[in-house]
């Protein structure tokens, strides 16, 4: 995903390596495509412990999900991957079956967080938080530049813009 971050004053020592770390930390936590990330061990059903910016983002989704009445489902994606494999498309009585059938594995409740632990009620069920994932992400990134005394930004990741403060002149 490209990136964006242009921002003007404050400390700038050492901004690039804080920057790349907060993308490392999260990769390992929420990437569908590192096959070690956090995320991908609940998926594989692997032991894992998860950390705070994965509890924070499923947090946030299943609170999304919950106010969306289960339209927002981050559970979807057995039933996503199959309709990649079909090219897009349903047009079979075959591939709806398909759908159908998975459609047992999906929905937002049957993962729980308790005790620091995230619970998949069924283990085919398959979690995917990139809906919010860059957001939050730009989230992050912005509290790390103000903490770092940067006042006056704008952050672009993936077509999610965080701004705060003004350009000079």
Known sequence: TMYRITYYGGEKQGLKQGIDSIFMVIDKSLSLYNPNSIICGLNSNRTVLPDSHFINVLTGASAVAASTGGYFDYTVRPVAEAWK???????????SSVADSLK??????????????????????????????????????????????????IIELGGEVKAHGSKPG
Do not use: H
Request: glycine fraction near 14%.
């Open 85 to 95: 494999q079909n090219k897009g498309s349903w047009q079979s009585g075959l591939e």
């Open 104 to 153: 047992r594995f999906t929905g937002w409740r049957l993962v729980t967080v308790s005790g620091g632990k995230v619970i998949k009620q069924l283990p085919e069920v398959q979690i995917d938080l990139n809906a919010i994932a860059q957001g939050y992400t730009v989230d992050v990134l912005g509290d790390y530049l103000l903490d770092r005394g940067i006042e006056n930004f």
